[in-house]
């Protein structure tokens, strides 16, 4: 069946340094999407990419969408403490297929 | 704006209980509804999907059940559950047409 693979698992970094996680899909996707989960909460829906290629930013934030539509990336600029949780992403095929991916837990130690 | 509602929030429930999880989402119309699984520490299975009232789509066979009697409201049921049923379960929705979806306060269910 389709997979949606994360890396890393886990990521401890010092506050100001980068993190980045990875997402690769055993099939072609519509679109991928991302979350945020803080410890105890729910997911909140971070970002949404459609186009192959798309790049997009939101503040430190910044998305990939690859050529190929089957992978994706998060790349967090100089890490604040409230970066902390875990980031999915979800990706999407056919009509209302999600298939989430295993997520990285991301620990900021100030 | 919009608000998403489930109860309870925490469950204790023994082994072959019946359950029954309600999740309600105001301020918008004709919503899709998602039910969600997430075990500890792990990523989040989709359960159902309804993209209307009465129109249910099942993504993993299991012992649950959903049901939408209402436009805004979603329910998973349970006849008996197992003790792989606990775990973290989360309603979301999304807007006709659209794939953002957002996620309720989510309910945890322990079985013993």
């Known amino acids: 069946g389709q997979q949606v693979m994360q890396i890393p698992q886990y990521q401890h970094v010092q506050e100001g340094e980068d993190f980045t996680t990875y997402c690769n899909s055993s099939t072609t996707l519509s679109n991928i999407q991302w979350y945020k989960q803080r410890p105890g909460g729910h997911p909140v829906f971070l970002i949404q990419?459609?186009?192959?290629?798309e790049v997009k930013k939101q503040k430190r934030l910044t998305f990939q969408f690859g050529e190929a539509k089957k992978n994706s990336s998060l790349h967090i600029t100089a890490t604040q403490t409230t970066d902390v949780g875990t980031y999915f992403c979800a990706g999407v095929w056919g009509t209302y297929k999600y298939i989430f991916g295993t997520g990285t837990r991301l620990k900021v130690l100030a | 704006s919009q608000t998403i509602h489930q109860w309870p929030a925490t469950l204790v429930q023994p082994v072959g209980s019946p359950l029954s999880l309600e999740c309600t989402v105001e301020?918008?119309?004709?919503?899709?509804l998602y039910w969600y699984r997430q075990a500890a520490g792990r990523g989040l299975q989709l359960l159902f999907y309804s993209v209307g009232i009465g129109q249910i789509s099942s993504e993993v066979p299991q012992n649950l059940s959903a049901s939408r009697p209402q436009d805004r409201q979603f329910i998973l049921s349970s006849k008996k559950l197992l003790l792989s049923d606990s775990g973290f379960y989360l309603c979301?929705?999304?807007?006709?047409?659209?794939?953002?979806?957002?996620f309720g306060p989510g309910t945890r269910l322990t079985v013993t």
């Open positions: 301020g918008t119309s004709n919503p899709n």
């Open positions: 990419l459609v186009k192959s290629g």
């Open positions: 979301a929705w999304s807007l006709r047409g659209t794939y953002e979806q957002y």
